[in-house]
């Protein structure tokens, strides 16, 4: 309950800065919303009235989140719940639950076809493409640049996409986040092995964690999730981080020899056993279940769920394992994140400023949720940051002054179709009965085909 007090307490102090800064402002009335300081939440009864001129009836808003994990349903239930009723009283709001991935890819799609876009939703790269083709989001950034909210940015450049348009507003966390394996200390002890520090080690632990009736390591598969988003560019870079590198960026393909190995260590992984039976239909809450109950002694997955995990003193964890010397962890590490990431606005909403200051308060409420838990943001909210957790503090100490920060495949290079197809192909190698080379033979396909580097 004191946690819960004090969050509250965080977010109504931004709330009061930003109605002290939208008071100085004159006639500048416009949404000013973010995962910082300048949250909905600061915006006066007065101004509201002015800038909606709804004779003091509310406007009815929806909002398509993402409902994927534990923090997800934090920040819903600590941060947004109890806080956007006092900020923003004109609006009267129902959140509908979008999943995440292909659910909500899918979700949006479907929607937008049907000309039935919420006003606010979670925008990503994989469906951003035809949002946009059909004026389904909107371009943030005047409005975002009048009130100020891109000015409590410290990289407001970050937000900007490949055509210089702002669509979406987060905290700026995603760049902190990077899939790591987690273990249990316990379970590593009770079998008598050490923590890997190269692919083939990591193959012979699984091989006596399994021996001693362990499951060795679990990460969601099913619509191709683990494979998509960050394990085929894991094999792929600890083999060769510059081949990584240039499939992000377009220079190469699946022909590339250090990319056809990437997929051939997926195979590996599955045929020795190191993932349980299955795992192509297990699904993210499962798996998470899987690690958290110690049916599993490895998690991979992204330090979004080490704030939850480190409540468990048993729980660390370390980079992936090189498999050559091209790669360190200590030089190279894939980043989470894309200028797409984040609370947008239906380009063919009834009321833009309103909806665009609902995008700031939900970016502001993740930016404070992350703030609490000590996890670095870009989105500055005057708070003074929470202490890290030693978990927390030993992420930030290795992963900040890595040189070398690879962006995601999954959010910075793929186009939706091509985003669907990876995902397919991706669970098809976690059953075991796909060969990677058949794997890199259909990926190239539609790599080839590929519209996203046509901007």
């Not at 800065?17 to 909905?40: F, I, R, Y």
């Not at 110690?294 to 980079?319: I, Y």
């Amino acid at each position: 309950m004191k946690t819960r007090s004090k969050v509250s307490a965080m977010f109504l102090m931004a709330s009061v800065l930003l109605v002290t800064s939208a008071c100085s402002s004159g006639k500048e009335t416009s949404s000013s919303q973010s995962t910082d300081n300048p949250s909905p939440s600061a915006v006066s009864t007065e101004e509201t009235k002015d800038t909606t001129k709804t004779d003091g009836k509310k406007i009815k808003m929806r909002v398509i989140t993402l409902t994927t994990d534990e923090n997800r349903n934090n920040i819903m239930e600590k941060f947004i719940k109890p806080n956007i009723a006092a900020a923003l009283p004109n609006l009267e709001i129902e959140f509908e639950p979008g999943g995440g991935g292909e659910e909500m890819a899918n979700k949006l799609k479907t929607l937008n076809a049907s000309g039935d876009m919420p006003d606010v939703f979670w925008n990503d790269a994989g469906f951003f493409t035809p949002l946009k083709s059909t004026g389904s989001i909107l371009d943030l950034t005047s409005y975002i640049s009048k009130d100020g909210f891109l000015d409590k940015y410290s990289v407001p450049d970050a937000l900007k996409h490949v055509d210089n348009g702002i669509y979406s507003l987060s905290s700026g966390a995603d760049t902190y986040f990077s899939p790591v394996i987690f273990y249990h200390k316990d379970m590593f002890e009770k079998a008598g092995v050490k923590v890997p520090t190269t692919f083939d080690e990591l193959i012979q632990i699984s091989k006596t964690l399994k021996s001693k009736g362990m499951v060795p390591a679990v990460t969601p598969g099913k619509d191709g999730w683990g494979p998509k988003l960050f394990m085929l560019q894991q094999m792929i870079q600890i083999g060769d981080p510059q081949a990584m590198a240039d499939l992000v960026s377009n220079k190469t393909d699946f022909n590339n020899p250090s990319v056809k190995e990437g997929a051939a260590r997926i195979e590996t992984l599955v045929k020795e056993g190191v993932f349980p039976d299955g795992i192509s239909n297990l699904d993210y809450g499962p798996a998470m279940e899987m690690f958290t109950s110690k049916k599993a002694a490895m998690l991979w997955m992204f330090t979004w769920e080490l704030p939850n995990l480190a409540k468990d003193e048993t729980v660390d964890f370390f980079p992936f394992p090189s498999a050559s010397e091209k790669y360190s962890p200590t030089e190279t590490v894939q980043f989470w994140g894309s200028p797409l990431n984040g609370y947008a606005v239906n380009g063919k909403t009834e009321h833009p400023e309103e909806a665009v200051k609902l995008a700031e308060f939900l970016a502001m409420a993740d930016a404070l949720y992350f703030e609490s838990l000590g996890a670095p943001i870009s989105l500055q909210t005057g708070n003074q940051a929470m202490d890290r957790s030693p978990l927390m503090q030993k992420f930030v100490d290795w992963y900040s002054p890595i040189p070398n920060k690879i962006a995601s495949m999954a959010l910075n290079s793929l186009d939706s179709r091509t985003s669907a197809e990876m995902s397919t192909q991706g669970a098809n190698l976690l059953t075991g009965e796909y060969a990677a080379e058949d794997f890199n033979v259909e990926m190239n396909k539609i790599w080839s085909e590929n519209t996203w580097f046509d901007k």
